[in-house]
């Protein structure tokens, strides 16, 4: 027998809202860990983001938040489940919409790449060849489609980021 509408519902907002939790709490590391920006010691590179960089960055995400945000409306009539939870789920989605768009502070080191709060081993990670225009695209080695990891920030910052990944990454190479 299938559980009722409810629990499910229970247990998706939980989710839910532990993923927006988790995600936020990695965005107030940033400050921390990404204390200036600019030019770092050992060649290293700080920049930071605006929103609109963010929307540029984001903007798959945020298509998939905005129908994750109206499909609810549809089922829930039929499935009985309580208001109550969609609301609680749209809440949800919007908190994590507006920590998609707060300005990002990214920085390379010759061992780290840290983007969102987050920081990656260059050697976990790849760059493509090919590179959309307003922002730097990395793969995060072994995850497949959820891998691609897009930097943000404006056209000057990205071209000297995108040297310094390309010294890291493609040592032989240059651009």
């Given at each position: 027998?299938?559980?009722?509408?409810?629990?499910?519902?229970?247990?998706?907002?939980?989710?839910?809202?532990?993923?927006?939790?988790?995600?936020?709490?990695?965005?107030?590391?940033?400050?921390?860990?990404?204390?200036?920006?600019?030019?770092?010691?050992?060649?290293?590179?700080?920049?930071?983001?605006?929103?609109?960089?963010?929307?540029?960055?984001?903007?798959?995400?945020?298509?998939?938040?905005?129908?994750?945000?109206?499909?609810?409306?549809?089922?829930?009539?039929?499935?009985?489940?309580?208001?109550?939870?969609?609301?609680?789920?749209?809440?949800?989605?919007?908190?994590?919409?507006?920590s998609l768009l707060v300005p990002k502070r990214y920085a390379i080191t010759s061992t780290h790449l840290f983007a969102d709060g987050q920081r990656y081993e260059w050697g976990r990670l790849v760059l493509p060849k090919r590179q959309p225009k307003h922002r730097i695209m990395l793969l995060r080695k072994g995850w497949g489609p959820f891998g691609p990891l897009p930097l943000g920030g404006d056209r000057g910052d990205l071209d000297i980021a995108a040297e310094k990944i390309i010294e890291i990454l493609h040592p032989d190479q240059e651009e």
């Open positions: 027998m299938l559980p009722g509408a409810e629990p499910v519902a229970i247990a998706m907002v939980l989710i839910l809202g532990v993923i927006v939790a988790w995600d936020a709490w990695w965005l107030t590391r940033q400050r921390r860990d990404i204390p200036q920006i600019g030019h770092l010691p050992n060649d290293g590179f700080a920049w930071k983001s605006e929103r609109n960089h963010e929307m540029f960055r984001q903007w798959a995400n945020l298509g998939s938040m905005a129908a994750m945000m109206v499909l609810p409306w549809g089922f829930a009539s039929f499935s009985n489940t309580p208001i109550i939870y969609v609301l609680l789920w749209d809440l949800l989605l919007g908190l994590h919409i507006i």
